[in-house]
Nanobody, 122 residues
C-alpha cells in the first residue's frame, strides 16, 4: 500500500513537498514515479526514479522545478515542487513498478497510492 501526503492549497510561486510511504513492502529494487491528474484530463507522468542506476527523468513541465527523491532507510519517496503554477493543480499520485523499468507510462506500474490534491491559487 502506498500513501501520499503533503498536498494542499498554495499560491503561485510557492513550494510544496509531497511524500509517499510504502507500507507492507519496500521501495528497494522498484522504480518509483509520480503522476498527476487534473480534472477532465488523463493521468500524466511527472517524474520517475529508477532503482537500478538511480536514473531520474522528468516531464518537460517539471524540469527545473520538481525533484524526485527517495529515502530507502525510511521507505519514503518525495516530490519537491518549486515555483508552482496554477496549471500544476491536480491530484498527485505516487506509484511503484516492481520490474524497475524506469517507465513513464502508467500501465507499467503495479502499485498506486490514493492521491493527494495540490491546488495552486493564482
Amino acid at each position: 500500500q502506498l500513501v501520499e501526503s503533503g498536498g494542499g492549497l498554495v499560491q503561485t510561486g510557492d513550494s510544496l513537498r509531497l511524500s509517499c510511504k510504502a507500507s507492507g513492502r519496500t521501495f528497494n529494487y522498484y522504480t518509483v514515479g509520480w503522476f498527476r491528474q487534473a480534472p477532465g484530463k488523463e493521468r500524466e507522468f511527472v517524474a520517475v526514479n529508477r532503482w537500478s542506476g538511480s536514473n531520474t527523468d522528468y516531464a518537460d513541465f517539471a524540469k527545473g522545478r520538481f525533484t524526485i527523491s527517495r529515502d530507502s532507510a525510511e521507505n519514503m519517496v518525495y516530490l519537491h515542487m518549486d515555483n508552482l503554477k496554477a496549471e500544476d493543480t491536480a491530484v498527485y499520485y505516487c506509484a511503484a513498478d516492481s520490474l524497475d523499468s524506469g517507465s513513464v507510462k502508467t500501465y507499467n506500474y503495479d502499485y498506486w497510492g490514493q492521491g493527494t490534491q495540490v491546488t495552486v491559487s493564482s
